[in-house]
């Protein structure tokens, strides 16, 4: 009986540790989202800029650009997948993971092969444990972005999306991340970056004037300066979309194992007052019992 308390205690201990872990991983998360929100929030304004200043020039120009002309044909497509550099977050990385295969799937049976970016050390360890290989990754600092390795990115995407496919090239890129909804959810989204789709605005139900676009010195040039800028920003702001999923998601993670460990304490609580009772119970016993043996020797 002496042992089972030892082990219940032992257990409680433990339980009392990872509960001080947990909560206080739960906390640092919950300080760092209102950051995290706050950076995507500064960024929407910038990021919806350039999607509008991209689309106009595409729209109203009769230019054929290379990063807004639909190929022929679709030999190799880019996907860059944003996953989160440590643990403890749930489904977090396993979700995007999990999109990143259906996507794969989807492109190959459209006789498509895919070649990835990895961003973060989940998805590293994913793609390494599987033996497949990535054309580039990038490691560290996934829950606090920057722009330089959003630039690094974009860098990397543009020059292979430049190339033709003989040469190594790709023809189209697709990026996976978390989707920052609320604090209970993060959704994972798959977006076709490139090439830009351009959507055609619908006739006016009434008469409108629209403005007259003109380009200087002219429209392939702008495109050649705007579209990196529209590509390292889209880039940018689902990095931080995916920070400030990891951060809900690891709060709600910790959340839930903190209260995992405080039912543990409680029960193993009640079990080791349970044996304490059973072995104060079982110590009366042998006290009484001894005593009725003494009284019954003592009157013979």
């Given amino acids: 009986m002496g042992a089972q308390l030892r082990v219940y205690r032992q257990k409680i201990k433990s339980a009392k540790t990872t509960k001080k872990i947990t909560r206080a991983m739960e906390l ?54 944003f996953t989160s550099d440590r643990g403890l977050a749930g489904a977090f990385s396993s979700s995007v993971l999990k999109e990143a295969e259906q996507l794969e799937k989807l492109l190959v049976s459209q006789g498509k092969e895919v070649v990835y970016f990895l961003v973060g050390r989940k998805a590293v360890s994913y793609f390494n444990f599987r033996r497949r290989e990535a054309n580039q990754v990038w490691t560290g600092g996934t829950d606090l972005p920057t722009v330089e390795t959003a630039q690094a990115i974009a860098e990397s995407v543009l020059a292979a999306f430049k190339f033709d496919y003989s040469e190594g090239g790709v023809d189209e890129i697709h990026f996976i991340y978390n989707r920052f909804v609320s604090m209970i959810a993060q959704v994972p989204e798959v977006v076709r970056l490139l090439p830009l789709e351009v959507v055609e605005p619908e006739e006016p139900a009434t008469a409108e004037v629209f403005p007259l676009y003109e380009f200087e010195p002219d429209a392939t040039k702008v495109l050649d300066a705007l579209l990196p800028v529209y590509v390292e920003t889209r880039i940018f702001n689902a990095m931080l ?37 059973a072995e104060i119970t079982q110590q009366i016993s042998e006290i009484v019992g001894g005593a009725d043996a003494l009284a019954t020797i003592s009157e013979d």
């Fill in 241 to 277: 979309q995916s920070a400030a999923s990891e951060h809900a998601a690891r709060q709600k993670a910790m959340k839930s194992a903190t209260d995992n460990a405080e039912k543990l304490i409680n029960t193993y609580t009640r079990l080791s007052n349970s044996a304490r009772q």
């Fill in 28 to 81: 640092i998360s919950a300080s760092r989202i209102y950051k995290a929100q706050q950076r995507v929030a500064a960024s929407a304004p910038y990021a919806r800029a350039v999607t509008r200043a991209v689309s106009a020039v595409a729209t109203y120009s009769n230019v054929d650009h290379p990063l807004t002309t639909e190929p022929s044909t679709i030999q190799r497509a880019a996907v860059i997948i």
